[in-house]
């Protein structure tokens, strides 16, 4: 019989140090070959938000599954989260429906994980400063992963509402040793900092080039699309990349895909997956001064992992309850 697991069945059963494990893992796996998983489907939904859809298959641990997502930013004004998803896992043996997943926490927490082994295999150990370029859902769940691979002493955090940084720092900051701030503007935040995770909305770039020091490590994660980014050309431009997925990056990511339209740098530019980082096929960081960014899409295989130990841990917990089609 499948089995449905709400939003708070899966918060309660996946924690971000495991996430950040299995995220490796499966990272690990789609740069191996080791994955089935076409490129997502997405369709414009009447020019305000997108609908997706991200099947895919891995053979360890055997998982078959699909996320559906929509992306409505005016969904604010609603009392709504911006992203929404649904998970269906599969059995890989028959086909046979297993299990669906509020997927809106698994987005939410797994782009944090991949972004946290991102900079855990590329930051300097030495970093000590983070800025955050946003202040909603994905800043809240970046400052968590991020905290638990770096030990911070001061984090920073700036978005379009200064009240809404605010309310996040306080939110958060029961839980955190660092220095919290709330940033006058994306420059103050990242000037300096030794990591910055960019988690907005914005179409246009919100970091340049001349603020970001040498050394930095850049998790890019707002921008999904080709015609969005959040980095202007000169910072991507001197930058040493890493992406999830080479064939993604190329096809939707704006932070890649603008700059090679503008001829100031071609495919050849991404340094190499992050999989192939995590599975020591390619090289990370070279030197302390080098800036690093993870440009960060997500991928179905990302949620299949984490969907499939939420499913493994809540049934040994006897969460989720049975249902018939």
Same mark, same amino acid.
């Given at each position: 019989?499948?089995?449905?697991?709400?939003?708070?069945?899966?918060?309660?059963?996946?924690?971000?140090?495991?996430?950040?494990?299995?995220?490796?893992?499966?990272?690990?796996?789609?740069?191996?070959?080791?994955?089935?998983?076409?490129?997502?489907?997405?369709?414009?939904?009447?020019? &305000?938000?997108?609908?997706?859809?991200?099947?895919? +298959?891995?053979?360890?641990?055997?998982?078959?599954?699909?996320?559906?997502?929509?992306? +409505? &930013?005016?969904?604010?004004?609603?009392?709504?989260?911006?992203h929404l998803a649904t998970i269906l896992l599969h059995d890989p043996e028959t086909g046979a429906l297993q299990a669906i997943l509020d997927g809106r926490y698994i987005t939410e927490a797994r782009t944090a994980a991949v972004s946290a082994a991102s900079t855990k295999h590329l930051a300097r150990t030495d970093a000590r400063v983070l800025a955050v370029v946003g202040a909603g859902v994905q800043a809240r769940s970046h400052i968590d992963s991020l905290s638990h691979v770096r030990d911070f002493e001061e984090i920073r955090v700036w978005g379009r509402h200064a009240d809404r940084a605010q309310t996040l720092l306080q939110e958060v900051g029961a839980h955190l040793r660092p220095r919290l701030v709330v940033s006058r503007s994306a420059k103050e935040a990242v000037k300096d900092a030794d990591v910055i995770a960019l988690v907005t909305a914005s179409r246009e770039p919100v970091v340049e080039r001349a603020w970001v020091r040498d050394g930095a490590h850049i998790c890019a994660v707002g921008a999904c699309r080709p015609d969005q980014r959040e980095m202007d050309t000169a910072l991507v431009r001197d930058a040493r990349v890493f992406v999830d997925s080479r064939l993604g990056a190329l096809a939707e990511a704006g932070d890649i895909v603008?700059?090679?339209?503008?001829?100031?740098?071609?495919?050849?530019?991404?340094?190499?997956?992050?999989?192939?980082?995590?599975?020591?096929?390619?090289?990370?960081?070279?030197?302390?001064?080098?800036?690093?960014?993870?440009?960060?899409?997500?991928?179905?295989?990302?949620?299949?992992?984490?969907? &499939?130990?939420?499913?493994?841990?809540?049934?040994?917990?006897?969460?989720?309850?049975?249902?018939?089609?």
């Open positions: 019989m499948p089995v449905l697991l709400s939003e708070n069945d899966v918060r309660v059963v996946l924690t971000m140090p495991d996430l950040i494990v299995a995220m490796e893992r499966a990272l690990d796996q789609f740069s191996r070959g080791a994955v089935r998983q076409p490129l997502r489907n997405v369709v414009d939904v009447g020019g &305000h938000g997108f609908y997706g859809v991200m099947p895919a +298959f891995m053979g360890d641990p055997p998982s078959l599954g699909t996320k559906l997502v929509t992306v +409505f &930013h005016g969904n604010g004004e609603r009392g709504l989260p911006s603008i700059p090679i339209n503008e001829k100031a740098i071609d495919a050849s530019h991404i340094a190499a997956e992050l999989g192939d980082v995590f599975g020591g096929r390619a090289v990370g960081r070279r030197s302390d001064s080098e800036i690093t960014i993870f440009k960060s899409l997500g991928m179905a295989v990302e949620d299949l992992a984490a969907a &499939h130990l939420a499913l493994e841990r809540a049934s040994e917990r006897g969460l989720g309850r049975g249902f018939v089609l």
